[in-house]
């Protein structure tokens, strides 16, 4: 069991179904596992009222470094990450909830140049990814060809930035609704595509417009969201992964993803000045 003293300080920006779940989790369980909650932030901080400590509540973001955090979460919206990500880590480890935003090239790189420079790590959870370290191994020994996910869904789980998906209608069965570079989903996709971005991050030689993806609409996918990986490497080498996630209907979040992120949090404890797959 961690002493208090060594236990990390986590700042968690945004309140909404994951930044509630992390909060919880280190309230209860944080003394056991080394992790103290430095600050909650949301753009609308009534709604902390009565679910987090006064004193922990940080109603100006940019006054953050106040709060000597170890780490800072975002778990809000890509844009969050676009304004600050560069100052938070200046300052601290951070870990990006909305990696889809790493699609952006100039950001992406940005953020890379400050980790280096300040000796943080930028971490991107695996959420619904299998055998995301596995992908990061095969690409750092140059024997990673090809990559491809797919992420299949009930339609009401997905939010598109288009209106490709408006005119669903129940039983309609299976519908792809784009397949191309992950660079090219992240836009249409933010909130659902996730999982696809930090699998561009584990595969870094691909990158983004080198790891292929497809989303799919099926309304027989009720109770969960299926994520499909195959990976291609040397002499005929593959590997397809089939992951059932749990969710209910219109949720965009499958169930065990929220673990997943908390056991990515018990990673992020400092790998230096790069980006970090945990
Ligand atoms: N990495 C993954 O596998 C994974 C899995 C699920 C969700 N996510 C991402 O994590 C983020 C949070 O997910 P969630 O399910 O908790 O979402 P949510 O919609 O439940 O909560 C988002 C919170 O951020 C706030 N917010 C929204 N837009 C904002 C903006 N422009 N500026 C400031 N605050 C804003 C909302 O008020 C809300 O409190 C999303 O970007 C989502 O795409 C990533």
């Given at each position: 069991m961690a002493t208090k003293s060594s236990s990390l300080r986590v700042g968690i920006v945004g309140f909404g179904h994951l930044g509630q779940y992390l909060v919880e989790r280190i309230i209860k369980d944080g003394a056991d596992v080394g992790l103290t909650l430095a600050f909650v932030w949301n753009r609308n901080w009534e709604k902390l009222k009565g679910l987090v400590p006064e004193e922990l509540v940080l109603r100006n973001l940019s006054s953050f470094t106040d709060r000597n955090c170890d780490i800072i979460v975002e778990v809000c919206h890509p844009q969050v990450v676009q304004e600050c990500g560069v100052h938070f880590l200046s300052h601290s480890h951070f870990m990006?909830?909305?990696?889809?935003?790493?699609?952006?090239?100039?950001?992406?790189?940005k953020l890379r140049q400050t980790a280096k420079v300040n000796g943080k790590t930028l971490y991107v959870p695996s959420g619904a990814l299998w055998g995301g370290q596995d992908i990061q191994r095969l690409n750092d020994s140059g024997a990673l060809q090809a990559l491809f996910i797919r992420m299949s869904k009930h339609p009401s789980c997905f939010r598109l930035t288009g209106d490709v998906l408006s005119?669903?209608?129940?039983?309609?069965?299976?519908?792809?609704?784009?397949?191309?570079?992950?660079?090219?989903?992240?836009?249409?996709?933010?909130?659902?595509?996730?999982?696809?971005?930090?699998?561009?991050?584990?595969?870094?030689?691909?990158?983004?417009?080198?790891?292929?993806g497809e989303i799919v609409s099926d309304t027989a996918l009720s109770d969960y969201h299926l994520v499909e990986v195959e990976?291609?490497?040397?002499?005929?080498?593959?590997?397809?992964?089939?992951?059932?996630?749990?969710?209910?209907?219109?949720?965009?979040?499958?169930?065990?993803?929220?673990?997943?992120?908390?056991?990515?949090?018990?990673v992020c404890k400092g790998h230096g000045g790069r980006v970090y797959l945990c």
């Amino acid at each position: 069991m961690a002493t208090k003293s060594s236990s990390l300080r986590v700042g968690i920006v945004g309140f909404g179904h994951l930044g509630q779940y992390l909060v919880e989790r280190i309230i209860k369980d944080g003394a056991d596992v080394g992790l103290t909650l430095a600050f909650v932030w949301n753009r609308n901080w009534e709604k902390l009222k009565g679910l987090v400590p006064e004193e922990l509540v940080l109603r100006n973001l940019s006054s953050f470094t106040d709060r000597n955090c170890d780490i800072i979460v975002e778990v809000c919206h890509p844009q969050v990450v676009q304004e600050c990500g560069v100052h938070f880590l200046s300052h601290s480890h951070f870990m990006v909830g909305s990696p889809s935003v790493l699609a952006d090239h100039e950001l992406n790189e940005k953020l890379r140049q400050t980790a280096k420079v300040n000796g943080k790590t930028l971490y991107v959870p695996s959420g619904a990814l299998w055998g995301g370290q596995d992908i990061q191994r095969l690409n750092d020994s140059g024997a990673l060809q090809a990559l491809f996910i797919r992420m299949s869904k009930h339609p009401s789980c997905f939010r598109l930035t288009g209106d490709v998906l408006s005119d669903w209608t129940e039983g309609e069965g299976r519908r792809v609704l784009f397949r191309g570079s992950v660079a090219d989903l992240c836009p249409l996709a933010p909130n659902n595509v996730n999982t696809m971005a930090a699998a561009a991050v584990a595969a870094g030689k691909l990158g983004f417009n080198g790891v292929q993806g497809e989303i799919v609409s099926d309304t027989a996918l009720s109770d969960y969201h299926l994520v499909e990986v195959e990976v291609m490497g040397l002499n005929g080498f593959s590997v397809h992964t089939v992951r059932k996630n749990p969710a209910q209907l219109g949720a965009v979040t499958g169930s065990a993803t929220y673990n997943s992120f908390w056991n990515s949090l018990l990673v992020c404890k400092g790998h230096g000045g790069r980006v970090y797959l945990c």
